[in-house]
């Protein structure tokens, strides 16, 4: 089941804004694990993770970008970019 990157990030920005998630690649995660468990559908595809990591910080390394957090927890560069992905998959469309 194809479901639109702003969706699914939308979904990622709420769960990061009331505290329940810390990070957004685990708020990405949990939003479209959610989306299973509603729809009975076991496989849910999206490129909201691509569109996210299109904002990494340039400190981040390429080998890295999956294995070390981009912002320390409570910074918010992590809604603001997140807000970012989400206009940037809006306006594709997606």
Known sequence: MKV????I???ALQLIESG???FVC???QDAETQIRWDTGANNVI???MQVWMTFRPK?????LKNLAEWWPKGDHVRIDTLKL???KAKKGND
């Open 4 to 7: 639109k990157s702003s969706e």
């Open 26 to 28: 685990a708020a990405i």
């Open 85 to 87: 992905a989400i206009e």
């Open 9 to 11: 990030l939308t979904k």
């Open 46 to 48: 999206s490129k909201a």
């Open 59 to 63: 400190h981040v390394s390429e080998n």
């Open 20 to 22: 329940e998630q810390k």
